[in-house]
Structures are given as structure tokens and as C-alpha cells.
């Protein structure tokens, strides 16, 4: 007898739909077939198992299990339960009629209970997109698929449960998502708790308005990783879009919490300096987003930026420019998004001590520069805000005045935002740190003693096209947290101060 299910196929944040026939005739082989993984093909030892604990027996006849399309390959324990229910159908052990009529995804233990997938989500919408209404998940990850509309979710616990259930013995209502999306931006750290570094705290601003990178340089216990930790509480909030992306993103990487839906927040990744290029990039044999695609939407901060082995920060280059993380194997290529904040911090020189007002450095000149080096000029013109750290006085510290609240920053952030939004509102972007040249040239009008004080600029520092696109870019966010409709001088101003790793000597 034939018999015939869904599954999916999860490729980069996509799924696709996979459709598992099985048949059962004269012979006494089992085939599986259809470009199955190592993985796969082990499913056989763990669904004979579970279905001798619901008291079935695995046929020993033919038995073709054939995982269409063939030419798309198939990897992950997920298809076990579709591949049971399909083998009890053909095998006429048992009569489940309605077995077409789902997409059907679970990991099979050998007692029968079903174990937690990744990708629930991607499925649940791939589900929705073929026409196919009904959903099987194990019972962890159906409040996570329950968020797409349209779509019946049912969680199961074990194998006979979800024989039972196919065949109307028992009642499951379908899960509800239990969790209305309530975007938050909420955090224990505020900018309140940081003395001092009013300029540091201004750029951090500017970053967070016009979602613009930013690296930090100063000696060591000046503040540089407090002031990082503290930009979730002052970045705008996840809009439902953005909530589904990131949501996604997770999913498939296995780091949802069971039981959960949407992620409210957005999402702030600190990866060791340890790190492989291919942890913060993304890849493997069976691809799987890096550190800055599960950081897309919020931030990726770098500690110590020079310590990062230099394969990886190089790999970064192109992310950092398209959005976008592109991977490549022989039979096929996946695409991650990517659209990130990086902050970094950093030392000025192995000792730290560079441009210490109280403390001499014991690096030599080559030493510092060599050090700085670690650090490729393409990379760093890819950063909009080069800010100097530099340590808090005692009278700062010691000070009992009140310092700035990330609750008041937050305001002028969410409105310099607002002010962007509807000037992109035809845009698929939203921010300032995306326009690109057409943009730039619309919204960037400079009048004529800007347009000299950018170009004293670009020859004083012998700046790239690269970094005078940035700086107008900074320089219309700073217009925009300033409310006006045109970039002034002062606004202009104070983006190129904000190029400090561009000038020769910039510890001097």
C-alpha cells in the first residue's frame, strides 16, 4: 500500500515543502531514498523502536520511503514522526485517512516520545504558503508556530498519542498562541548608572537614532564595555516585521525558549574574541546562521576588537555593506540576513595606555601602530562613529550630580526614528545608516560652507568615499535628533569629529 505525508526542509531562514511517500510491498528491504543524511537514514532504528512501544511492528517486507523532491538534499532528525505515521498507514497496521492533510515534523525518541525541532516557524508559514492548514509539532514548539494565522497547530507528546489523534479516537484543540506581541526594549541597565562620558553617551545616541556602527578606543577600565551593555535601553522597539524576522532567525538555530512565541526584544550578541570565523559568520556542512545573523535587527558588540582573529573580522566586510549573509556549497547556497549594529571597543595599544592623561604607555611607536593595524582601514571605514574613551576624573566619580537617563535618551531616539520613517516610507529601510547614493544625494543637501568644511575635511584626512558617505549619513541623523529639515554646519561638525581613527596620529 502507498501512503503519503508533509514535512519541511528548512535552507537558511526558508523552508521548504518536503512530501514523504511510503510504500510497502513484496520484498524485504527497507530503501530510503530522495537524498537522506546520515541522520535520516538512523531514523529507521529510532521509528522501529517507538513503534514497538505503541505495540506496532515495523514490516518486514519492502518498505521504500522515498523523501520528494530527490534532488534537494534532506538533513535532521525532524522527519522521524512523519516517517512512523507514513510506514503505520502503508503497512495497513493502522487506517489514518486524514494523513495527507498535515505537515508533520518531530524528532522520535526510542520510547515513542517526541522531541523538540528547530524551525517551527519558517514551517509553520511554509505550511500556510502550500495551502496545508494543518500542523503536527512537538507539543515545545507549537506556541511558536501557533503565532501564524490561518493555521491549526496541534502538539503532540508521544507516538500513539498522535496515532490516536489522527484517527479521531481523541480530542486535541489547537494551540492558541497565548502571547499577544508586546514589543520591548526593557533592561536593568540604564545610562543613568554611567558617571561622565558625555560625548561617549552623545555618540551612543546618534548610533541608536540613525542605526549607525560605532567602535569605542581607550584604555582599559575607562567604561568603554558599561557603555556597550547599555544600548538595548535605548534602541527603538521590534515592529511586528522585524519581530517575525528575528523570531525566525532563532528558530532555526534552536534558541527559542520552549513555550514561547515572538521575541519582543531586540536581540544583543557579545561573542567571545575566541570565536571562529565561521561561528560569527555563519556555515557548516549543513548551514547555520552565525553570530551576526542572530544578531539581525539589534546589536552585535565586539570586546576588544584586536584580539578577534583577523580571517574573521575581514569576513565582515561584505555583511556589514549588503545586510546580508551569503553562503555557498557545491549543491546549493543559503542566504542569512544580517542587518546588525556592530559596536566595538577597543585598547589604543597592547598596554592600553596610549593617550593616558595620567598613566605613560610602555609601547613603543611601532608597537601602537602595528597594534592599530590588527584593525583593516576597509573594515574601519565601515564604521560611521570612531569615539575616545577616555578615563572619569575623581570628581566625576565622586560627583552627586544626575546624570542622564536612558528613559530621556530613548524619547529623542524614538523620535529622530519616527522623522525617518516617514521620510523612507517607500523604502524597504527605515533608518538613515541604509540610504544609499540616490538617497544620500536627496536628503543630504549641504549648503555652501558646509560643502567647504567637508571638503577641508576629506583632504585633511585623506578620507575615502566610503567614510563621505558616512559622514552625511551621521550628519542627517544629528539633523534629525536636532528636529530640523537640513543639515547645518554644526551638525556637519560634529560627524567628522566623530572620524577620529582617520587622523594621522590620532592619539596625539
Not at 35 to 59: H, N, W, Y
Not at 374 to 387: A, N, T
Not at 403 to 413: D, F, G, K, L, W
Request: proline share 5%; with cysteine.
Amino acid at each position: 500500500m502507498l501512503a503519503k505525508t508533509y514535512a519541511c526542509s528548512v535552507f537558511g531562514v526558508n523552508a521548504a515543502l518536503i512530501t514523504i511517500e511510503t510504500y510497502v510491498g513484496q520484498g524485504s528491504k527497507c530503501h530510503l531514498v530522495g537524498l537522506p543524511d546520515s541522520t535520516i537514514k538512523e531514523a529507521i532504528l529510532r521509528v522501529e523502536s517507538a513503534m514497538k512501544q505503541m505495540g506496532c511492528f515495523f514490516p518486514r517486507r519492502k518498505v521504500v520511503i522515498n523523501l520528494a523532491p530527490a534532488n534537494v538534499r534532506k538533513e535532521g532528525s525532524a522527519y522521524d514522526l512523519a516517517i512512523a505515521l507514513s510506514i503505520i498507514q502503508a503497512s495497513e497496521q493502522v487506517e489514518i485517512p486524514d494523513l495527507p492533510a498535515f505537515v508533520i515534523m518531530g524528532e522520535l525518541a526510542l520510547d515513542g516520545v517526541i522531541r523538540p525541532i528547530k524551525g517551527a516557524l519558517p514551517i509553520a508559514l511554509e505550511a500556510r504558503r502550500n495551502g496545508i492548514r494543518k500542523i503536527i509539532l512537538p507539543k515545545e514548539n507549537a506556541h511558536e508556530a501557533a503565532f501564524v494565522e490561518d493555521i491549526e497547530v496541534f502538539g503532540m507528546e508521544n507516538l500513539q498519542e498522535t496515532v490516536q489523534f489522527l484517527r479521531g479516537k481523541t480530542f486535541h484543540a489547537s494551540i492558541k498562541s497565548a502571547q499577544t506581541f508586546m514589543p520591548s526594549n526593557h533592561s536593568l541597565l540604564d545610562f543613568a548608572q554611567v558617571q561622565g562620558q558625555v560625548i561617549a553617551k552623545r555618540a551612543f545616541e546618534i548610533a541608536a537614532a540613525g542605526g549607525h556602527n560605532l567602535i569605542l578606543i581607550g584604555p582599559p577600565g575607562a567604561g568603554k564595555t558599561m557603555l556597550a551593555k547599555r544600548i538595548p535601553s535605548i534602541l527603538p522597539p521590534l515592529n511586528l516585521e522585524e519581530a517575525m524576522e528575528t523570531t525566525i532567525v532563532h528558530s532555526i538555530a534552536g534558541k527559542i525558549p520552549l513555550e514561547h512565541t515572538l521575541l519582543a526584544q531586540r536581540p544583543f550578541r557579545s561573542p567571545h574574541h575566541t570565536i571562529s570565523s565561521t561561528a560569527l559568520i555563519g556555515g557548516g556542512s549543513n548551514p547555520q546562521p552565525g553570530e551576526i545573523t542572530l544578531a539581525h535587527n539589534g546589536v552585535l558588540f565586539l570586546d576588544e576588537l584586536p584580539e578577534f582573529s583577523k580571517h574573521a573580522l575581514e569576513v565582515m566586510r561584505q555583511p556589514l555593506e549588503d545586510r546580508k549573509v551569503f553562503i555557498s556549497r557545491a549543491r546549493y547556497a543559503v542566504e542569512f540576513p544580517a542587518n546588525f549594529m556592530l559596536i566595538a571597543s577597543m585598547n589604543p595599544c597592547p598596554c592600553g595606555y596610549y593617550n593616558h592623561p595620567t598613566k605613560d604607555c610602555t609601547c613603543g611607536s611601532e608597537v601602537v601602530q602595528r597594534y592599530l593595524n590588527k584593525i583593516s582601514g576597509p573594515l574601519l571605514d565601515r564604521i560611521d562613529l570612531h569615539v575616545e574613551v577616555l578615563p572619569v576624573q575623581f570628581e566625576e566619580m565622586h560627583g552627586t550630580q544626575t546624570n542622564e537617563s536612558s528613559a530621556e535618551i530613548y524619547t529623542r531616539v524614538l523620535q529622530a526614528r519616527e522623522i525617518q520613517t516617514n521620510r523612507f516610507v517607500q523604502q524597504k529601510f527605515h533608518v538613515n545608516a541604509l540610504m544609499n547614493s540616490t538617497n544620500l544625494r536627496k536628503v543630504c543637501q549641504l549648503d555652501f560652507a558646509s560643502e567647504q568644511r567637508l571638503k577641508l575635511a576629506m583632504q585633511t584626512l585623506s578620507l575615502s568615499a566610503r567614510a563621505y558617505d558616512r559622514i552625511l549619513k551621521v550628519a542627517r541623523t544629528i539633523a534629525d535628533l536636532d528636529r530640523k529639515e537640513v543639515i547645518e554646519i554644526k551638525h556637519l561638525t560634529e560627524a567628522i569629529a566623530y572620524r577620529s581613527l582617520d587622523r594621522e596620529n590620532w592619539g596625539g
